[in-house]
């Protein structure tokens, strides 16, 4: 018996998002569930182009992701890499060997005119990922962080300089003159349930939020449940810099923080059990607080906090 | 005391014209050599500009080849090809991670505006060759091979088909519209000996002799000694496809063969002391022949061929 009989559409960012989203294939038919993945921390490593955050999705529901740091590959070498850096290249990007064959691969073919949606189809095909994984736009959208330490892109500001600088703005560079991307249009047009997995809201769903029409589609959409799950547990954040930046940009970093940022679209938010006590406030916004473990560590985890959001 | 006080250009392809090279850098200063290497062998494998023979040359100079094969790196790892094959790339050319890393970084400058002379250089520094490896050329000139299984460029035939099919033609594709680089062009204004050094006549040092004007300039240097080195021992080559093609093409494949190709502009054939009967038909063609051990295995190898070359 299915656990959802619906179209359900995701929004995920990086290593938590593809944890939830791992836990949604366990459960739902490749028909029935559209992965849509933010693209804004895309960038161009040796002039090759990597998607840090489709990566960790592709590897992760191909079985291939590395269990310990939640991106990159289990049992990867940094040969090519080391070379590099003797060719004197900046080489703060970490990019291991068999990483390094999925950003010449996206960039030959993108070199061949195919569009990021194909080559990420290309690459879950071959890897034996049935279920659909989907940049959100075609089109480049960039994420670039004004701090103090001057302006930033994503990579600069959470790889190179590890999140420390104070950040006093975001933005993504090229939203204006994006567009959903089919895939994502199309699932947006069929959904009856949206999952924002718990990523970060400032950095990794706020920019597919921020593609002309979606976040207005998403909230007018009728017979859609809108679910989000917290990505701040105990006012921290589970992994990365969302607190943190969250408190620079004036944002409570709580679940009552995320909460606000989703209150115009979304209806129902998953906290944590820690943060029982502000499931009232949340309701306050006008979104119902649903309860539950959402630190996910081993599979079952993901698959129970899956289930759980499926069977609402 | 120096051995040779004059400038030395040494015309090179892969493993055995890096065999001399190399004992040609261990005698002179960098100001004197200039090593003009083929790049009729160039290819783009996975989107990257792979230059075979400069790689060859760089690598060895290095000391960072493999010695087991000549090509290639020592302790090399194989990690981001086999990740390229699970994602349906085409694989025959072999390339390891670190060797990876070299057609990445080239790729990226060139596409930055680089010649190919620029990046060649900059490789140099970095690996720490102090002396100066040259491409003959920045503009593209390419070697295709027409074969009983095709037209085919120089990787296809050599590495692809391991050089089985029967070769009727060879041409260097883009001859007509390329010049000499830079570099070789001051070196052929200057050189007081030329060295041609033991490669294939027809796909090494061919492409670089077809480049306009070289062949005629070489000729009509005055105050410059031309030497070249046979790569064909005893009938067969000392490496690689050399003496079939040469007999598939109608050439003898022999010194003598050699010679007869080098004999409007070359002062000197070096054959090997297996060939010491051919030594008088070799001056029968206008050209002095020295007997001397051509095949180089060791370091004192190869340093005693290039000293026996300067002495001359």
């Not at 029409?213 to 990365?240: D, K, M, Q, T, Y």
């Amino acid at each position: 018996m299915p656990t959802y009989g619906g179209n359900v559409l995701a929004l995920a960012g990086g290593v938590g998002g593809a944890k939830l989203a791992l836990g949604l294939t366990r459960l739902l038919s490749p028909e029935q569930l559209t992965i849509v993945v933010n693209t804004g921390d895309d960038e161009t490593f040796h002039g090759l182009h990597v998607s840090p955050d489709l990566d960790t999705m592709l590897y992760t529901l191909s079985g291939i992701s590395n269990p310990e740091t939640g991106w990159g590959l289990a049992g990867e070498s940094f040969n090519a890499l080391e070379m590099l850096a003797r060719y004197g290249a900046d080489t703060w990007f970490n990019l291991g060997d068999r990483d390094l064959a999925t950003h010449i691969r996206r960039t030959q073919l993108l070199g061949e005119g195919a569009t990021l949606s194909q080559v990420t189809s290309e690459l879950c095909n071959r890897l034996g990922v049935a279920h659909s994984i989907v940049p959100m736009s075609d089109d480049p959208v960039r994420t670039f962080l004004e701090t103090d330490s001057g302006n930033l892109s994503m990579q600069e500001y959470f790889v190179k300089l590890r999140s420390e600088p104070s950040v006093r703005s975001v933005a993504y560079r090229g939203w204006e003159d994006a567009t959903p991307s089919t895939e994502f249009d199309r699932a947006l047009a069929e959904a009856t349930l949206l999952v924002l997995c718990p990523s970060n809201p400032l950095l990794s769903t706020g920019p597919i939020l921020a593609l002309p029409g979606v976040r207005r589609r998403v909230a007018n959409r009728e017979g859609c449940l809108r679910i989000a799950v917290s990505p701040i547990v105990g006012g921290e954040a589970v992994r990365g810099p969302a607190a943190k930046i969250m408190t620079e940009l004036g944002h409570e970093a709580t679940c009552i923080g995320v909460a606000r940022m989703y209150a115009d679209f979304c209806d129902i938010m998953v906290i944590d059990e820690q943060d029982a006590g502000l499931a009232s406030a949340i309701g306050g916004l006008g979104l119902r607080a649903v309860i539950a473990p959402t630190v996910m560590n081993s599979e079952a985890d993901k698959v129970a906090l899956a289930k759980l959001i499926l069977e609402m």
